[in-house]
C-alpha cells in the first residue's frame, strides 16, 4: 500500500521560503510520477509541480515557475517543493501526489483524477 505523507507547511511572510516534504512508502517508486497540488478555500484543486521518479524531468504550472523547484531524494523516497518568494496566492493545502501508470506531463497535469495515490495536504498561509 502507497503512503504519501507531506510535511514543512507553516505560517509564513510575503516573500520567505518553504520546503515541503513529501515522504513515499509501499512502493519502488522508479517508474513513478510524482507530484505536487494545492487547494484554496472555494477553489478547485490545481496542479502545481510533477517530477519523473527516475528521469528527473520535471513540469510547473506558470504561476509557479522560476520560484518553486521540484526534487526528489532516491535514498530517502522523498520528493521535496521548495517555494521561494512566496505571495498570498500561494496559501493553500498542499498535497502530495503520486501515479504508477503516469500518461505526459500536460494530461497529468490538467487531470487530478488521472493520480492514483494522495497525500493528507500540509497547510501552508503567506501572509501579506
Known amino acids: 500500500q502507497v503512503q504519501l505523507v507531506e510535511s514543512g507547511g507553516g505560517l509564513v511572510q510575503a516573500g520567505a521560503s518553504l520546503r515541503l516534504s513529501c515522504a513515499a512508502s509501499?512502493?519502488?517508486?522508479?517508474?513513478?510520477?510524482m507530484g505536487w497540488f494545492r487547494q484554496a478555500p472555494g477553489k478547485e484543486r490545481e496542479f502545481v509541480a510533477a517530477?519523473?521518479?527516475?528521469?528527473?524531468?520535471?513540469y510547473y504550472t506558470n504561476s509557479v515557475k522560476g520560484r518553486f523547484t521540484i526534487s526528489r531524494d532516491n535514498a530517502k523516497n522523498t520528493v521535496y517543493l521548495q517555494m521561494n518568494s512566496l505571495k498570498p496566492e500561494d496559501t493553500a493545502v498542499y498535497y502530495c501526489?503520486?501515479?504508477?501508470?503516469?500518461?505526459?506531463?500536460?494530461?497529468?497535469?490538467?487531470?487530478?483524477?488521472?493520480?492514483?495515490?494522495w497525500g493528507q495536504g500540509t497547510q501552508v498561509t503567506v501572509s501579506s
Open positions: 501526489a503520486a501515479e504508477p501508470r503516469p500518461r505526459n506531463f500536460v494530461v497529468m497535469s490538467q487531470t487530478p483524477s488521472s493520480w492514483t495515490y
Open positions: 517530477i519523473r521518479w527516475t528521469e528527473g524531468t520535471t
Open positions: 509501499g512502493r519502488t517508486f522508479s517508474s513513478y510520477i
